[in-house]
């Protein structure tokens, strides 16, 4: 189990389980269960994701949909992601040590590959000219 500090100071814990997977496929419609390929880039999706993952102790602590959309600044929610895809590849590892390490993998080459994407979009925004082929050197 993993847990978050969001803007008000409050730590959510993240301990995906099977019922989280469900809930995530029947209230957004992505298999992550079975399509781990389906992980979401999108930051509402990601958002939602979550929501589900956490809603019982933000239901717990009377705190709605909206309200904890608005305790997640991109700082927080790049945290909780990162902690959220670390207990989804972990809830792997224990089914199938491959599968798990695979998936980890996978997530550790996307972190890098938009690391290196960000640079290059830095180095074009700065560059006075439009050589891109020359920006990948």
């Not at 957004?28 to 880039?41: F, K, R, S």
């Not at 991109?74 to 992601?81: I, N, S, T």
């Not at 690391?115 to 891109?132: F, Q, V």
């Amino acid at each position: 189990m993993r847990n978050f500090i969001d803007n008000l100071g409050h730590a959510w814990s993240l301990d995906l389980t099977a019922g989280h997977l469900l809930g995530i496929q029947s209230e957004m419609g992505i298999n992550l269960a079975d399509e781990p390929e389906t992980i979401p880039d999108s930051l509402m999706k990601m958002v939602g994701i979550l929501w589900i993952t956490c809603q019982d102790e933000a239901k717990g602590i009377n705190v709605t949909p909206q309200e904890f959309g608005k305790r997640l600044s991109g700082k927080v929610l790049q945290d909780a992601w990162e902690k959220w895809m670390q207990e989804y590849t972990d809830f792997f590892v224990h089914l199938s040590p491959a599968r798990g390490q695979l998936m980890r993998g996978m997530w550790e080459k996307a972190k890098e590959l938009e690391r290196a994407r960000a640079i290059l979009i830095e180095k074009a925004c700065s560059s006075s000219s439009l050589d891109l082929p020359g920006l990948s050197e």
